[in-house]
């Protein structure tokens, strides 16, 4: 089967991202990215591995994009102040891409170095983040874990609803990023 003029693999993945954002990452599948795209589900095995192949590079776009966000929030900043443009930006990019958000939710498989690679950036940006804070990689690494849950946990409750009370949600999530500036101990 011939490519269609004008596809390639970067356009694949693209729609599949732009489906994803708007209908969830679990809704996308090849007949619903093909019937996107305007070509036959097979086509698209061209461009991807099947729907695993599919998930793994929306993952791997998902975690360059969202590293790449990181990085510009933070660069330039120290302290508290990094923390809190970090803590923004992760939450901004769930809140603009939810799908390629819960596309990274998961550790890459030991055989995807390209996820693997893409899921390092975003750490990497964190590490640098902490290293004034924690000489120690495997500390810091834990550190990591801890603000990933904390972030995590915040959007992922925003994101379904999951604050009903009548407070206000930005004044929680400032709260938040104040406790996230104490576990890494700045300014102690």
Known sequence: MAHRAGLDQRTVIQAAADLADKIGLEEVTLAT???RLGIRAPTLYHYV?????LRSALAVL?????ARLLGEAVM???GGDAIEALALAYRAFAKAHPGLYSAIQRAAAPEDSALQEAGS??????LRVLAPY???RDEAIHTVRILRSMLHGFVSLEMI???GLPLEIDETFRRLVKALIQVVG???
């Open 49 to 53: 591995n099947g729907l695993d192949g």
């Open 161 to 163: 609803g999951g604050f």
């Open 134 to 136: 924690q000489s120690k």
């Open 62 to 66: 998902g975690a360059r994009s969202l």
């Open 33 to 35: 990215l093909a019937a």
């Open 121 to 126: 950036e975003v750490v990497e940006v964190a």
């Open 76 to 78: 330039g900043r120290g």
């Open 186 to 188: 700045v300014g102690q």
